[in-house]
């Protein structure tokens, strides 16, 4: 299969506004989308991170730097957009990466409270995995 620039979204809450808890939520997301999507930090591009106007007690960015090999990723960190009603502590992000996989083999983790955001996308997931024998 041919390399092509893939685009990978996802989103998780954080139980409170502390650096404990917007730790635990951004580690968990990002655990999942490597153990789902199997990725190399070396190919990954950049990534975007978003936070409600609630969270500000820690940069996600700064938690992702931490893990090994994504020291020298470009990661940029901006305040999602408040709308009335929304779901509140969230935490997003948008990863660009070269890989191999179709658009329709990339996992989008949407945890906790996340998960009613894209419930489409959960739904297509496990019709892929179950149909491919995952």
């Known amino acids: 299969m041919e390399w092509k620039v893939r685009?990978?979204?996802?989103a998780t809450t954080a139980d409170s506004n502390t650096k404990e808890a917007i730790r635990e939520a951004v580690t968990e997301?990002?655990?999942e989308l490597s153990a789902r999507n199997?990725?190399?930090p070396n190919e990954i591009i950049s990534a975007i991170f978003t936070t409600t106007p609630d969270l500000d007690a820690i940069f996600p960015a700064a938690i992702a730097r931490e893990r090994p090999e994504w020291d020298q990723v470009a990661l940029l960190d901006v305040?999602?957009?408040y709308v009335p009603g929304s779901l509140e502590r969230c935490i997003r992000f948008l990863i660009q990466i070269n890989m191999p996989a179709s658009q329709t083999?990339?996992?989008h983790p949407?945890?906790?409270q996340a998960?009613?955001?894209r419930p489409d996308w959960d739904l297509a997931q496990i019709s892929i995995r179950s149909s491919s024998g995952v």
């Open 7 to 10: 685009a990978i979204r996802g």
């Open 29 to 31: 997301l990002l655990d």
């Open 38 to 40: 199997q990725l190399d």
């Open 79 to 81: 305040q999602h957009m």
């Open 105 to 107: 083999q990339i996992h």
């Open 110 to 112: 949407y945890l906790r």
């Open 115 to 117: 998960k009613n955001l």
